[in-house]
C-alpha cells in the first residue's frame, strides 16, 4: 500500500498512479483526512472496498463536526450495493444530514463512467473507469478540480434523493 503521508493538500501538484484497490483506499484516506470544507465524491456504488472503512467515516465525521460551513456530497448511480451491505456511510449520512448528503444520479440523464474524490477543491482522486482501480491522485489540482466540478454540480441539481438511504420510521 502506498504511503501518502509526505503529500499535503494544497501543495504537493505530483501525479501518483494508483493501480490496486489498496492504493485508492490509502489515497482517499489521506485526502479526506486533510480536507477542511468541501468533499465531493462521485461513485457508481461508492465501493465498500474503498469507502466503508473506519479512517475514511472517521475523516468525512472530522469534516462535518471541525466546520460549520461542512459540504460532504456523495453521487452514486446505484445505491442498492451499499443498503445490502450495510455501509456506514448511510449512518454517517443521516447523523450529519445537514453537512452531508448523498443523491442518486437521474440515469435517464447520464452514467457515471469516471469516479473520482475532490478535496476542498484542491485534491484529487481520479478514475477514468469507475469499476476499475486504475488511476491517479493528485493533491494539488485545482484546474481539474474546477472542471469535474462543474459537471458534478450540473448532475447534483438532476440527482434525487434515494429512498433507498432514507431511515424508516416505525
Not at 500500500?1 to 494508483?18: A, P, Q, R, T, W
Not at 443521516?94 to 443523491?103: C, E, K
Not at 494539488?140 to 448532475?155: E, I, M, T, V
Request: charged letters at 30%.
Amino acid at each position: 500500500m502506498m504511503d501518502f503521508s509526505e503529500y499535503s493538500l494544497g501543495e504537493n501538484d505530483k501525479v501518483i498512479h494508483l493501480e490496486t484497490m489498496d492504493d485508492n483506499r490509502a489515497a482517499v484516506i489521506a485526502i479526506a483526512q486533510q480536507t477542511r470544507r468541501t468533499l465531493a465524491i462521485q461513485s457508481y456504488d461508492l465501493d465498500p472496498i474503498i469507502f466503508d472503512n473506519a479512517d475514511f467515516i472517521e475523516a468525512v465525521r472530522q469534516i462535518a463536526v471541525n466546520s460549520t460551513r461542512a459540504d460532504i456530497k456523495i453521487l452514486i448511480e446505484d445505491s442498492r450495493k451499499i443498503v445490502s451491505y450495510g455501509h456506514r456511510i448511510i449512518e454517517l449520512s443521516r447523523q450529519l444530514s445537514s453537512f452531508m448528503q448523498i443523491r442518486k444520479i437521474n440515469t435517464d440523464l447520464k452514467t457515471l463512467p469516471e469516479a473520482f474524490l475532490i478535496g476542498d477543491e484542491t485534491a484529487l482522486i481520479y478514475r477514468r473507469q469507475t469499476q476499475r482501480y486504475e488511476g491517479f491522485a493528485n493533491f494539488n489540482d485545482r484546474g481539474r478540480c474546477r472542471l469535474l466540478l462543474a459537471n458534478f454540480k450540473d448532475s447534483w441539481e438532476k440527482a434525487a434523493q434515494d429512498p433507498e438511504l432514507r431511515r424508516l420510521h416505525i
